[in-house]
């Protein structure tokens, strides 16, 4: 088990506004615009916490075209969030 990697995990998916992201991102990629209007908080607060999650390893970026499109790369983060939707 690679303890250190997912203490760090779990530490950056440990903020309720993180989990809200992860858990719309696993439905679909949506860029930053999209997640402010669904979770209806400030850009600049999604962007910090998604810069977080990016940072991490939870999610990568993708350009089209002048968007930025953020999806989950990390797999055990949607094992985690099936586990605490239980």
């Not at 309720?16 to 209007?37: F, Q, Y």
């Not at 400030?42 to 940072?55: D, E, F, R």
């Amino acid at each position: 088990m690679e303890y250190e990697k997912n203490s760090e995990l779990l530490k950056a998916m440990g903020h309720p506004v993180r989990l809200k992201i992860i858990e719309n991102l696993m439905r679909n990629e949506c860029n930053v615009k999209e997640v402010m209007s669904i979770l209806g908080i400030p850009q600049a607060t999604v962007s910090q916490h998604l810069g977080i999650l990016k940072n991490r390893g939870i999610v990568v970026a993708r350009k089209e075209g002048v968007r930025t499109c953020y999806s989950i790369v990390e797999e055990k983060v949607r094992d985690i969030l099936d586990i605490l939707k239980r």
